[in-house]
């Protein structure tokens, strides 16, 4: 507040805004850079899977995911392409269309519980990919949906 201002015991007040006895002057902005850090960081672990695709897609592919759909001795065909912009499309579809019913979830849930549950959605679809074959036709398109949902939680 600017100017004079009269507090309840009569006592003027200049420049200083107060709310309940709290003196804003006082506040650090230490814990607000913290929690920004900490969104930048989990938005990026979570659907910065999802939507890091076009650089994904190139370690996939030297990897070999979904390489035996090929003839022997072609890096790139139809099927693998296919395959692969599946897992994508569903991953980016479970974030974007799963909005409605994560966003009512997460007022049910509250912050912290839903943080959980993206946290442990991303935690399935990395542990599924970790374990499961690199050619399993279930395991990318599971973890990706995985991930799309995780990410919707925690945003």
């Keep these: ?47 910065g899977i999802v939507y890091g695709w076009p650089a994904l897609l190139l370690v996939l592919l030297a990897e070999g995911v979904y390489a035996s759909e090929c003839v022997p001795g072609m890096h790139q065909c139809h099927e693998r392409t296919v395959l692969l912009n599946l897992v994508f499309s569903l991953g980016a579809m479970a974030n974007v269309a799963g909005g409605v019913v994560i966003g009512s979830l997460v007022d049910r849930l509250g912050p912290k519980r839903s943080f959980v549950v993206g946290g442990a959605l991303t935690v399935v679809g990395s542990l599924t990919i970790a374990f499961v074959s690199i050619e399993s036709h279930f395991a990318w398109p599971v973890a990706f949906v995985a991930y799309g949902l995780g990410g919707g939680f925690v945003h």
């Design 1 to 47: 507040v600017t100017g004079a201002a009269t507090s309840e015991s009569g006592t003027a007040t200049r420049g200083v805004a107060k709310h309940a006895g709290f003196d804003k002057r006082c506040v650090s902005r230490t814990p607000a850079l913290v929690l920004l850090f900490f969104t930048l960081w989990q938005s990026f672990f979570t659907t």
